[in-house]
Every structure is written in structure tokens, then in C-alpha cells.
């Protein structure tokens, strides 16, 4: 894993969740002078809309737009240069944005955070997260996708996952814990071999002091409700809210009221409540490598 590649992405600014902190600080300031959307868009000659989507983090904010903005809240001096600052810096570029078109726009968004995110709490019923996959096994992965794209868009989507994975190569990683389902280990992708070097690859991972692996036996009753593979990222800076993230077929979801959040949180930890210990669930990984290994 290249960590000189991973050190320089720690330090890259990352525009979706400074993006998003700022819309937090202009609603927060528009409300205190008890102003909506409609009247600031009024006097600036923009639609209510159009602000709305600014605080929302849906589209970014020139630093310009921003002054005016603090000028109609009455905000000046060192806050709000802060908070032009903030602007300039959610409209620079991530590394992720250099593969363009192999990354549709609401993942490209979820890439955002993941570069930013210090805690992870992350289920997966079907197959092994990205986060934890070798090249072999992601390229077999997106190969039998129901639409797969041609072999240089699917090389390139491997590089993508690739360079994702080098936030666990960090001076200071995240601390990340995964429940995994005994079907991911057991659904083969790819050869035995492929599988093999990947379930090896997922115990070696899971001896990192900061990654916690628990698998999810067949026979646990958690299996009866079926959910969604879910993650849940958290953020170094308190005014960041913590962000669920669900995948679907065409698009994906990000959920921040307390109330989501808080009911995911629930789950995460019943599932992990359900799944197996962490040195169990290494063995239960090794023994099924080793039952791969014996098929080939």
C-alpha cells in the first residue's frame, strides 16, 4: 500500500465536507437574524432556491456569493473571512475528481467524506466492502456487475477503489468497524484463488489495531430482518454532522437527522451485539480460506 500516496490525500482538502460545513454556518447565520431564503434571495437578486441549495451543500458557493451573503447578516472581520476562506476551499478539487466520468456524481460525493471521515461503522450482507478488497477481488466484483463497462472504464473503477484504500495507510487512520455477513465470505467471486487471497487479506487486515472485523454467522437471528448494507462516517470536526450512507442500484442516500441516525447507530450495534467476537470471526475467516484452498 503506497503510504507516501495516502499521507499527501490526508492533507487534501476535502471540498464535499467543507462544502457542507459551510451551508451549516450561512443557515445558522440567516436564522439568527431571522431571515428565510426567500427574503435573502430578494435582496441579492437570487432565488430562494438557490440559497437553500447553498446551505444544503448542493451546490457550491463562489467566495463572492459568500461576502455578500455575511454582508446581509451583518457578519465582518475575522469571521467572515473565515468563512470566505471555508468558500475557496470547498471548491477546490479532490483527487477522486481526476477519474471524472467513472465516478457518478452521488458516489463521487460519498468519496468526499470518506476522505474526511475518522470513524466508520460499516455492514455489508453480501460482499466484502471496498475499503478491504484486493484488486483481484474488486475486479472480479465489478466484472459480474449486471451492467459491467469495458475493461479500461472497469481498470479504471479498480484504481478508484485502490487509491480509496489508502486512508488506512495514514500517520493517524481511522478507526473503523465492520459487520460482515458469513454470505460475503462464502459467495464466490472470481476463482477460489481469487478468494482465498482475499479472505487471507481480510484476516491479516483485521489484526490493525484500528479495525474491528466481526462476521455475522449464518445462524444468527439477525438474518431473519434483512437490512441494507449501510455505513455510518463520522467526523474529526464537531460541527460536521455524522453522515449514513445507503447504496441502491442507481444512486445512494445520505442520512443526517438525529432521528436516522440515531436509528441506524441502533442497528449497527445490535448487529455487531449478534455477530461474532473478533478472534472468532478471524478463525471463522481462516477456515474459510482454507476450505477455499482445498478446492483448488
Not at 466481526?214 to 463520522?234: D, K, M, S, Y
Request: charged share 25%.
Amino acid at each position: 500500500m503506497p503510504t507516501q500516496k495516502g499521507e499527501a490525500m490526508a492533507g487534501t482538502p476535502n471540498p464535499t465536507v467543507k462544502r457542507k460545513r459551510l451551508g451549516i454556518e450561512l443557515r445558522r447565520l440567516r436564522e439568527e437574524v431571522g431571515l428565510t431564503c426567500e427574503q435573502v434571495g430578494d435582496r441579492l437578486g437570487y432565488s430562494g432556491t438557490r440559497i437553500s441549495r447553498i446551505e444544503t451543500g448542493k451546490i457550491s458557493a463562489k467566495p463572492g456569493d459568500v461576502h455578500e451573503l455575511l454582508e446581509v447578516y451583518g457578519v465582518t472581520g475575522p469571521a467572515a473571512d473565515a468563512l470566505v476562506q471555508l468558500a475557496r476551499d470547498a471548491r477546490k478539487k479532490g483527487w477522486w475528481h481526476t477519474y471524472g466520468m467513472n465516478l457518478p456524481e452521488w458516489f463521487s460525493a460519498y468519496v468526499g467524506f470518506e476522505a474526511e471521515a475518522v470513524t466508520f461503522r460499516d455492514f455489508q450482507p453480501l460482499y466484502i466492502p471496498g475499503l478491504l478488497q484486493t484488486e483481484d477481488y474488486a475486479r472480479a466484483v465489478l466484472q459480474v456487475a449486471p451492467v459491467p463497462g469495458t475493461p479500461e472504464e472497469i481498470d479504471r473503477q479498480v484504481a478508484v477503489r485502490m487509491e480509496r484504500q489508502t486512508i488506512l495507510g495514514r500517520d493517524n487512520p481511522p478507526e473503523l468497524w465492520f459487520a460482515i455477513s458469513e454470505t460475503a465470505l462464502r459467495v464466490r467471486v472470481g476463482s477460489p484463488q481469487v478468494m482465498r487471497t482475499q479472505l487471507e487479506h481480510l484476516a491479516q487486515l483485521a489484526e490493525r489495531a484500528n479495525i474491528t472485523i466481526q462476521i455475522l454467522p449464518f445462524a444468527t437471528a439477525a438474518h431473519v430482518n434483512p437490512i441494507t448494507g449501510f455505513r455510518i462516517l463520522g467526523f474529526p470536526d464537531p460541527k460536521d454532522p455524522t453522515v449514513v450512507y445507503v447504496e441502491h442500484l442507481t444512486g445512494a442516500l445520505f442520512l443526517e437527522r438525529e432521528d436516522e441516525i440515531r436509528r441506524y447507530t441502533v442497528v449497527f450495534d445490535h448487529l455487531r451485539a449478534e455477530a461474532l467476537g473478533k478472534s472468532a470471526s478471524v478463525e471463522l475467516i481462516r477456515r474459510i480460506a482454507d476450505e477455499m484452498g482445498a478446492s483448488l
